[in-house]
């Protein structure tokens, strides 16, 4: 079975500040993972995925497959990093994606 | 490029109406997807369907139904709506593999059913 866990559903940081929204997952095979952000009042959208190994918007994420987890990072976090953030898992060769729970990232000035 | 539109973006029902739920991509994917969007719950799959002709179950198919009108189209349908269905639903797109590893929303649409 696939299954994706975010232990955090909120997460308050302040601007300049260290972040890392945790993402583990439950799944045997090679999976493909992705992070995906939706800001306030916009459509889910990719943020990164695991295969690309890149940063984008300056958040990097690495895949642990000893830890089962694809936690993203990001050095010195933004206002505008605010958002609903959300880790995804496919299986390997599988049609279906599915999401953790989400976690509310909010940035204090 | 439109990608992924839903209609409509808002619905009010009362709990015994019925109602479907609209979605068509442009992109020539052959994967789509439902997902509910509730607080504390994230994203929960309720069906998916990887070709035109076939639908499969997700986590949370119950009250639900789907309809893979073609490749373009993908319907959600609820019989008779309950309160326990409102939320925001998403439908998405994907063709995996081919250089592409990266699902597409839509926009989502608010349902309140009282």
């Known amino acids: 079975a696939q299954r994706v866990t975010q232990p955090e559903k909120l997460l308050s940081v302040f601007k300049g500040a260290p972040v890392e929204l945790k993402c583990n997952y439950s799944?045997?095979?090679?999976?493909?993972l992705f992070w995906y952000v939706q800001y306030s009042r916009q459509r889910l959208q990719l943020l990164l995925r695991?295969?690309s190994r890149e940063s984008i918007k300056g958040f990097t994420a690495d895949l642990n497959k000893g830890e089962t987890s694809f936690h993203l990072k990001k050095p010195f976090a933004q206002e505008e990093d605010s958002a609903m953030y959300y880790c995804?898992?496919?299986?390997?060769?599988?049609?279906?994606?599915?999401f953790g729970q989400g976690t509310r990232l909010t940035i204090n000035p | 490029n439109a990608g992924v539109t839903q209609t409509p973006k808002f619905q009010v029902l009362k709990t015994g109406q019925s109602m479907t739920l609209q979605c068509a991509q442009d992109?020539?994917?052959?994967?789509m997807y439902w997902y509910r969007q509730d607080p504390g719950m994230g994203l929960r799959l309720i069906y998916y369907?990887?070709?035109?002709?076939t639908t499969d179950k997700g986590e949370v198919p119950n009250g639900y139904n789907v309809s893979r009108l073609n490749k373009r189209e993908f319907s959600l349908r609820l019989e008779s709506a309950a309160p326990s269905q409102t939320s925001v639903y998403f439908c998405?797109?994907?063709?995996w593999g081919s250089g592409n590893t990266e699902a597409f929303f839509g926009q989502g649409t608010r349902l309140t059913v009282v």
């Open positions: 998405a797109s994907s063709e």
């Open positions: 799944y045997s095979g090679s999976p493909e």
């Open positions: 695991h295969i």
């Open positions: 995804a898992l496919r299986g390997q060769g599988a049609q279906k994606l599915v």
């Open positions: 992109m020539n994917h052959n994967s």
């Open positions: 369907s990887a070709s035109e002709g």
